[in-house]
Each structure stands twice: as structure tokens, then as C-alpha cells.
């Protein structure tokens, strides 16, 4: 089964012991307005909104 949401909440559904495997793909916060190098051309680092610092 895959389940998909906030791991704080989503885990509290969860029975003790009954899980093999867990899978996270943070947002890392990259989308800065910075620049990066691919395949030879200067690239934005911008992935979107999801990827902005919330401050916290």
C-alpha cells in the first residue's frame, strides 16, 4: 500500500510493527533563484513553489 501525506499524521494511522519500508521525498528548498550547470548550459535551480523555504 502507498500512502501519500503528512508523515506525522499519516504514521499516527499506522499499527506498531507493521510496517517494512519508508519512502520521503522532501522538498529541499534548492529553488533560491540560484543557477547550476547542465550538460554544459547555465540552469535555473528553480523547481517551483513546492520547493520555496516556508521560514520554518
Not at 14 to 19: D, L, M, P, R, Y
Not at 30 to 41: E, Y
Request: one cysteine or more; hydrophobic letters at 35%; charged letters at 25%.
Amino acid at each position: 500500500m502507498i500512502i501519500i501525506g503528512d508523515s506525522l499524521i499519516e504514521l499516527k494511522k499506522i499499527k506498531s510493527k507493521s510496517v517494512d519500508f519508508i519512502f520521503s521525498d522532501p522538498p529541499y528548498f534548492l529553488s533560491n533563484n540560484g543557477i547550476s550547470c547542465q550538460g554544459g548550459k547555465m540552469v535555473s535551480v528553480n523547481k517551483g513553489d513546492w520547493d520555496r523555504g516556508g521560514g520554518v
